[in-house]
């Protein structure tokens, strides 16, 4: 019984090959070939404190992306912010064997680099066939001299406009 459900489970994923991936990345490649503005709200938390809070309105027009911090909260004065225009929703790679459907029309990326592990929520605008960056985390077990660090960034998506 428990072998026929891991099968069912297994049947129902999106495979690299099965119509079922090919769609959800022409969706993601859609979000990458549109012209949307949605605002961004990041959080740091370095061993369970919230070090940052940062909120950013993001204008991606097909491929460039132009960023506006709005408002920063800056709680840890040894924290030295970047300027840099990129986001990490938009640079995740759809990979179908790291996609999970999570029901109503959401899924999950996850992957891990090095030592960190991404996830990536993603909503199905159905209207449009795209899929767009609901939640974006990040989690990383970092080590600096005899300090052990816990760091945690989570990026939540909101206000989504698309630019015709």
């Known amino acids: 019984m428990l072998a026929q459900v891991l099968l069912a489970t297994l049947l129902l994923l999106p495979s690299p ?15 990458l070939a549109a012209s949307f503005t949605v605002q961004r709200h990041l959080t740091v938390t370095i061993n369970d404190e919230v070090k940052m809070r940062e909120t950013s309105r993001l204008d991606y027009r ?3 992306l132009a960023s506006e ?3 920063v909260e800056l709680l840890d004065d040894n924290l030295v912010l970047e300027e840099n225009e990129k986001d990490p929703a938009l640079e995740m790679r759809l990979a179908c064997a790291d996609v999970t459907e999570l029901g109503g029309g959401r899924y999950s990326i996850r992957s891990t680099v090095g030592k960190e592990q991404q996830e990536l929520e993603l909503v199905l605008d159905p209207e449009r066939q795209v899929l767009r960056p609901a939640v974006w985390r990040s989690r990383e077990k970092v ?3 005899w300090k052990k660090l816990h760091i ?11 630019a015709e």
């Open 62 to 64: 097909g491929g460039t």
């Open 152 to 162: 945690e960034t989570e990026a939540v998506y909101s206000g989504f406009e698309w």
């Open 143 to 145: 080590r600096f001299l």
């Open 17 to 31: 090959g099965s119509a079922a991936c090919a769609e959800l990345r022409s969706a993601h490649d859609r979000l």
């Open 69 to 71: 911090r709005l408002e």
